[in-house]
């Protein structure tokens, strides 16, 4: 059974990840991970404290656990770019503190960092508004350059071809035919994907009204990784260092070859037009080693799949935690540590992950999920 422990701050609950039920957490494992979530409380998604919790936390957690992989993502900068869109000093600034962190959480903890930054931010030039449409038109509040269409009427698609901040509209069948999907991932696309000219974002009405979104970002930056070509090498590459040391791999949100401080090789974003944005998908991709923009795809219709009987009641729109990923392939100890919600329990296959637990920038406090207790060695 995989462990969640939720803090509030003031309390604390532990359940069962798969079915949200009250678990006990009485073993010296879950005693340490609790320790350490009521000695960190999480500030915020947007508070300037936001990725110095990041590196206390993990450096507590790493200090009590020893892992040899490190999972970390660093995403206040993201936030306060898309929501606030600083001035180009300010967003320097953000950007040089983010990496600080990161250096910190490396040098203090004795790992080799391998960084990824997962794309430039830029100025919205135009909002798409997809309400008065005859079909179906769904947008997922954190991608801003994919929206999926169903049942789209004739004069839906004129229009739609019509407007200048449209760059194409894919057909399911090419959007399947891209990544060699499988009958299971066929049932979660929608009839047609509409991409966006870069800079313009379709509107989502579930969060803030963006100001910065991500860029077409084609290429990304990677450091102190050698032969990653493209985000499906990434994975491979970590494990091959772990044969001779502890590494960390981190993901520095909204942040690409444009603002990237460092070395970095490019790495490809993205077979053909796909290119990906910060999102559960590109972090999938990052962490197994494969595509996995149909695991979640744009324009996927959670909805159909959440009611009374959905597993995974504290993972998001996830419905079961993913298989491949990067910490499920080493027999290494491992934890992973992020400001990027449910992302760090479902993408890294930690054996424990610590992250916020906020859902639209509503802070609620932390969660940890435990998926291996058996590797904890209690001193």
């Known amino acids: 059974m995989s462990l969640a422990i939720i803090d509030g701050r003031e309390w604390q609950s532990a359940r069962d990840l798969r079915t949200g039920e009250k678990a006990p957490a009485d073993s010296p494992c879950s005693r340490m991970v609790s320790d350490v979530l009521r000695s960190h409380p999480f500030p915020g998604d947007i508070d300037a404290r936001g990725n110095k919790w990041v590196t206390d936390t993990a450096l ?110 894919v057909d399911r069948r090419d959007y399947m035919a891209l990544f060699a999907g499988t009958p299971a991932e066929d049932g979660r696309l929608p009839d047609y994907l509409a991409v966006s000219k870069e800079g313009c974002c379709f509107r989502s009405t579930l969060l803030r009204q963006a100001r910065m979104v991500a860029a077409a ?97 504290l993972s998001g729109y996830f419905t079961s935690i993913p298989a491949g990923t990067v910490g499920t392939l080493t027999n290494a100890r491992s934890i992973a540590v992020g400001n990027r919600s449910m992302f760090m329990h479902t993408v890294t296959g930690a054996d424990i992950a610590i992250e916020c637990f906020a859902r639209n920038l509503a802070n609620q406090g932390c969660m940890a999920v435990i998926h291996r207790q058996d590797k904890y060695r209690h001193c």
């Open 60 to 169: 507590d957690l790493a200090g009590r656990y020893d892992p040899h992989l490190a999972f970390l993502v660093y995403a206040q900068q993201y936030y306060a770019l898309r929501f606030d869109a600083p001035p180009p000093d300010e967003r320097a600034a953000l950007i040089a503190a983010a990496f600080e962190e990161a250096r910190r959480f490396a040098k203090e903890g004795g790992f080799f960092p391998v960084i990824v930054g997962t794309g430039d931010m830029i100025p919205v030039a135009a909002y798409i508004d997809l309400s008065h449409l005859d079909g179906l038109a769904v947008v997922t509040h954190w991608l801003t350059r994919y929206a999926g269409l169903y049942g789209p009427s004739e004069k839906d698609m004129a229009y739609l071809r019509s407007l200048p901040e449209i760059e194409r509209i």
């Open 217 to 313: 970002n084609e290429f990304l930056p990677v450091a102190n990784l050698e032969a990653a070509d493209a985000l499906t090498d990434i994975s491979a590459g970590v494990l091959e260092l772990l044969k001779t040391r502890k590494v960390a791999l981190i993901l520095m949100e909204g942040v690409g070859l444009r603002d990237f401080p460092l070395p970095a090789r490019r790495c490809r974003n993205g077979p053909d037009w796909f290119n990906y944005e910060p999102c559960e998908c590109q972090h999938l991709t990052v962490s197994t080693g494969r595509h996995q923009a149909l695991a979640y795809p744009a324009g996927y219709r959670s909805y159909l799949e959440d009611d009374e009987n959905k597993e995974y009641p």
